[in-house]
């Protein structure tokens, strides 16, 4: 053991006579990692319940890869980089599946990609790639599955397992709708139809909520939800669950084609689904449009995907090319860049919210998650705090949920410096140093009761007043909120229309020097210039936007007030009902629950609200000030809806119309008063029951959504006829122009 080279150092038989010289250290860590890599599979494909994330899988298996790259000796057939997965669980029967399954090599950059291409070219020639061109995919997160039909007749399903023995899964696989058990039309012989098991998101949740519901435990995500779910022993529990299935691909088959491309469009003449998402590509360029593209649609489609595949559509080109032990070489995963990152928490701060709620939040060394740079990310309360397990001066994981909120997913404990301290909550308002306290007991969050004049939460409140769905007063931004605090000219939003130009002179950020003629210079020829302070273009607009806020609807009045609970997805049915202030501080609680959506705890916020003297303060000072629904009267004859130039006529009672996207011309809030305007439901999600779906630029999920319910989508055009003639107009309207 004295000998240096032999403690350093070890030989390994390369099988030819020669022995491999692989360093010590390298070897261990080659071990240790296959080890670590095997068990997160069995972790993930056999349990269902993985203990890391993709991203920190990939990163593993590509440490491993880079190891025996350079030192081939080490690569075994049993190391993770050889095998495809774990071999089958004994809950299900084992199948050999007929052709082998493979799986897909990865690329974490265009640059990967291209890589991937020049090889090709490299291989076959330039030509030859072109002839042939590329196909391009969603990759799915799912489970792979094949389906071998036989005659027409599905007569097997199976999990992938190791790519040779698979679980026999087919009584499950039977229940799931998509699936036909008999192809149509298809000709006679064997054919194996590959692609992927999956839970649509709104499934997903429906199913959360169910199991929430059940008290039992929620699955993590979707892709282990359809794991979970297909593997349930019972077909029957298995058939209960939403699940769907996309085709990618042919094993062995009987029918022979040409291209990928011919594949996809015969599988589903046969009835078997085939995603829309699947685009030609003719050069390496729009391969990387299309990922390009994919990435910023990835979080609007129906379901969960990790990236794009890349496939060579010629199958004889597929031929040629051939394959590893693992994976094609005629086929590429382009993975999206990680969304989980690594920082040091540099500290712990509290922020006082709009209520007087005070949010603990991270603040970390700057790094780049999903395309920008986060350095802040809120951590909810102090039991959150707690819960996370977070230290100052932690390495933490940080995430974007839904890649953008980002979110602090815990410490990398073996990274914890010795000097790490717990973050403590303070017991007095960081802003006006007011006792913070419990509303209610059991409540989460600590408060300021200090709501009037606590710096902070007026600040935030004065800037609410001002955004895009309450008065939207571009020129009450934050600096501008800042500026008129410290100078004084706010004790609350109550004094916001006594700003006058006299008043705004008197700061330094609405006011600019403009050099005049000096009128008292009585000197000859010559004139002399002295300096004048004059209000700058935001303050002269500043003034303007809050006289054109006088007449704004009610539902802005009423986001702009900061009730409790009362948000912009109510405002509309509550103003349509009460019109203006005074009807509104009348109404009891029963009335107030007789609006669709107004539930107890509104309701009760609202009364509580009026009952407070400088909010009873606010509503006077404004209806001094001209602002026209806080007047006495207001909206019992022409109303706000007139003066906001709408019709009043219940032309949409009854219907249920559901906005996704922007529609050129109005903004959400916008959108939904003028539904709510017309005696309409504006609802929030997608049902067989939505009359109407009105799709403006970049719809959400809901619109895929509506497809899927052949519910009828009107475009900003639609919408226009929608409103002005209600649904007989919209019909007419789809009928001529062919939807
Ligand atoms: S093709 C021979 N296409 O990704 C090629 N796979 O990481 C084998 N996947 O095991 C697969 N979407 O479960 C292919 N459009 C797609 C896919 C896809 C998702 C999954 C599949 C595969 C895994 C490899």
């Known amino acids: 053991m004295n000998d240096p080279v032999r403690t350093a150092m070890i030989g390994l038989a390369t099988g030819e006579d020669e022995v491999a010289v692989v360093p010590l250290e390298v070897a261990d860590r080659h071990r240790a990692l296959a ?16 203990t890391v994330s993709d991203e920190i899988f990939d990163s593993l298996f590509h440490e491993l890869e880079e190891i025996e790259r350079r030192y081939p000796a080490l690569v075994t057939p049993d190391s993770p980089t050889q095998v495809v997965g774990p071999p089958p669980s004994a809950t299900f029967a084992a199948v050999r599946h007929p052709s082998v399954m493979l799986s897909l090599d990865n690329a974490f950059s265009p640059e990967e990609v291209r890589a991937w291409h020049h090889r090709l070219v490299g291989a076959v020639g330039e030509d030859e790639v072109a002839q042939s061109g590329y196909l391009c995919e969603l990759k799915i997160d799912g489970l792979a599955v094949d389906l071998l039909y036989e005659d027409g007749a599905l007569v097997q399903a199976a999990t992938r397992g190791d790519g040779r023995t698979g679980e026999d899964v087919t009584a499950n696989v039977r229940s799931i709708d998509v699936i036909p058990r008999r192809l149509t039309g298809a000709p006679r012989g064997r054919i194996e139809i590959r692609g992927e098991v999956f839970m649509p998101l709104q499934g997903f949740a429906d199913l959360n909520a169910r199991l929430v519901a059940e008290g039992k435990k929620v699955f993590a995500n979707p892709r282990n939800a359809a794991a979970g779910s297909l593997r349930l022993k019972d077909p029957k529990l298995s058939a209960a669950r939403p699940l769907s299935f996309l085709c990618h691909g042919v094993g062995l088959t009987d029918i022979a084609f040409e291209r990928l491309s011919e594949a996809y469009e015969r ?94 939040y991270a603040v970390m060394e700057p790094v780049v998650v999903a395309g920008s740079t986060v350095e802040m990310a809120t951590l909810h309360n102090a039991s959150e705090v707690e819960r996370k397990g977070v230290l100052i001066g932690d390495t933490v994981v940080l995430r974007k949920a839904g890649d953008v909120i980002p979110e602090v997913l815990g410490p990398v404990l073996a990274l914890r410096p010795a000097d790490a301290r717990a973050f403590v909550m303070p017991q007095q308002c960081p802003a006006c140093h007011t006792r913070l306290a419990y509303e209610r007991e059991g409540d989460a969050d600590l408060r300021c009761p200090n709501a009037r004049s606590c710096p902070a939460q007026l600040r935030e409140r004065l800037f609410h007043v001002g955004s895009r769905s309450a008065l939207d007063i571009e020129g009450l931004g934050e600096k501008a909120v800042d500026a008129l605090l410290s100078a004084g000219l706010l004790v609350d939003e109550g004094d916001l229309f006594t700003l006058t130009s006299d008043r705004l002179l008197t700061t330094d950020f609405f006011t600019k020097e403009i050099p005049v003629d000096d009128p008292q210079w009585t000197g000859e020829g010559r004139r002399k210039k002295i300096s004048r302070t004059v209000l700058t273009e935001n303050g002269t607009k500043l003034l303007a936007q809050l006289e054109a806020a006088k007449t704004k609807p009610f539902a802005r009045y009423l986001i702009a007030l900061s009730i409790r609970h009362l948000g912009k997805g109510i405002a509309p049915a509550l103003a349509a009902r009460f019109s203006a202030i005074d009807a509104l501080r009348a109404a009891d609680a029963e009335t107030l629950m007789t609006v669709d959506g107004v539930g107890p705890q509104l309701a009760e916020a609202i009364l509580d609200w009026f009952t407070v003297e400088w909010h009873a303060d606010i509503v006077e000072r404004w209806r001094q000030a001209g602002v026209v629904c806080f007047q006495p009267g207001a909206g019992e004859a022409a109303g706000e809806r007139a003066s906001a130039g ?78 002005a003639e209600g649904a007989q107009g919209a019909k007419r309207w789809l009928d001529e122009t062919d939807h």
């Open 35 to 50: 080890e670590e890599l095997r068990e997160h599979r069995w972790n993930y494909y056999i349990l269902d319940a993985p």
């Open 646 to 723: 709408e019709s009043v006529e219940p032309i949409l009672a009854g219907l249920t119309i559901v906005v996704t996207g922007t529609v050129p011309g109005y903004s959400r809030t916008e959108a939904t008063e003028a539904i709510i305007a017309r005696g309409g439901k504006a609802a929030g999600s997608v049902s067989k029951k939505t009359d109407f779906v009105v799709a403006g630029d970049n719809p959400g999920s809901k619109y895929t959504k509506a497809v899927d319910l052949g519910r009828p989508i009107l475009d900003s055009d639609g919408f226009a006829i929608l409103l």
């Open 267 to 360: 599988m589903a003449a046969w009835g078997l689904p085939v995603s829309d998402q699947i685009a030609p590509a003719a050069t390496i360029e729009e391969v990387l449009a299309y990922i390009d593209d994919l990435g910023r649609r990835r979080h609007d489609l129906s379901h969960e995907i990790d990236g794009a595949v890349v496939k060579v559509d010629v199958v004889a080109l597929q031929q040629r090319v051939g394959q590893t032990v693992r994976a094609p070489r005629w086929a590429i995963a382009y993975k999206f860049p990680p969304a989980e990152v690594t920082t040091r928490l540099l500290d712990i701060r509290v922020g006082v919210g709009r209520t007087g709620r005070v949010t603990p």
